[in-house]
């Protein structure tokens, strides 16, 4: 038995979902999938941009100590 999904509050085997509506189905569930992927590639940007912000204010301070700024 496949898993119940529930729309709009009310739940609905998948195996008794006609051909479009299986379909729109797994368009929700691909979509989303993809919205998590996307998700989890902006974090790892979010992390890195984070990260590169942070060494280039350190090599500043780092040259200013050592007098090299102008």
Same mark, same amino acid.
């Given at each position: 038995m496949s898993d119940m999904?529930? #729309?709009d509050g009310k739940e609905y085997n998948p195996e008794d @979902?006609?051909?479009t509506q299986k379909y729109y189905l797994m368009q #929700?569930?691909?979509?989303?999938? %993809?919205?998590?992927? #996307?998700?989890?590639? @902006?974090d790892?940007?979010?992390a =890195?941009?984070?990260f590169f912000k942070d060494q280039l204010?350190? =090599?500043?301070?780092? %040259?200013?100590?050592n007098g090299k700024s102008e």
């Open positions: 999904i529930t #729309i @979902l006609d051909e #929700i569930n691909m979509t989303q999938q %993809e919205a998590d992927n #996307i998700k989890v590639k @902006l790892q940007m979010t =890195s941009n984070m204010a350190k =090599s500043l301070l780092t %040259e200013e100590d």
